[in-house]
């Protein structure tokens, strides 16, 4: 799939594949996040799959705004820093539990956008600028230059005022793909792995194959 994007859209494509953690490397990242990442957002850097990397690395997390729900909704109005824990099985740590009441307080307090609720601020504030910042800070250790073009609060306001349908099953998205190239809206968009085929569904679901590929 990323070749046949890649031809449609006028770029070259390359494969980069992970290797076997590289040694010294763990206690670097470390050091330089500050001792806060999350080894899913590490993982790639540990086993070298962003090392070829030159030049400006586009990258579009902050798509999901509006779609990704990550705080119960119907408890988004009555939250409190117990709820948000629970529901990350995390109501055993007092200290996240005042984390997330002191956030909270913070945030009803100064609400700088209507059109933003709590499920929008805590995706912005916690899981993009929170767990995802610090994935950015990573990329300090290498030469690509990562960018997120959708990161902005004037971006974030647009979004954020679109219909509720619109924002949930991000049709923004579509429509600026329409806009602008249509032709890669010949291939679905995040498709799961039996849309490759039985055989390749197979393979994809198989813990030693990803092992050995490095997924």
């Known amino acids: 799939m990323p070749p ?13 594949y992970q290797r076997n953690e590289i040694s010294g490397r763990r206690q670097a990242i470390l050091e330089h996040a500050g001792y806060n990442v999350s080894w899913l957002s590490a993982e790639e850097f540990l ?3 962003s090392d070829p990397l030159t030049g400006i690395a586009l990258a579009g997390f902050c798509a999901a705004l509006g779609r990704d729900r990550l705080i119960p909704v119907t408890s988004a109005q009555e939250a409190t820093g117990e709820i948000i824990a629970r529901h990350y099985s995390e109501s ?19 609400n700088a956008d209507p059109s933003l609720d709590l499920c929008d601020y805590f995706f912005l504030e916690q899981r993009t600028a929170g767990r995802k910042g610090i994935k950015e800070q990573i990329f300090d250790l290498f030469p690509a230059e990562r ?27 579509s429509e600026i793909i329409k806009s602008t190239t249509p032709e890669l809206l010949r291939y679905p968009m995040n498709p799961p792995d039996k ?21």
């Not at 770029?11 to 980069?16: G, L």
């Not at 997120?148 to 949930?168: D, H, M, V, W, Y």
């Not at 085929?197 to 490095?214: A, E, K, P, V």
């Open 195 to 215: 849309y490759f085929g039985s055989i390749r569904n197979t393979f994809l679901n198989n813990h030693f194959y990803r092992w050995m590929i490095g997924l």
């Open 47 to 49: 086993r070298g799959g």
């Open 4 to 16: 046949k994007l890649a031809s449609i859209a006028g770029y070259p494509h390359t494969k980069h």
């Open 147 to 173: 960018v997120a073009p959708l990161n902005s609060a004037r971006i974030f306001a647009l979004i954020c005022n679109l219909s509720g349908e619109t924002k949930q099953n991000a049709l923004w998205i």
């Open 92 to 110: 055993n740590s007092p200290e996240l539990v005042a984390a997330f009441d002191a956030w909270i307080t913070l945030r009803r307090k100064h």
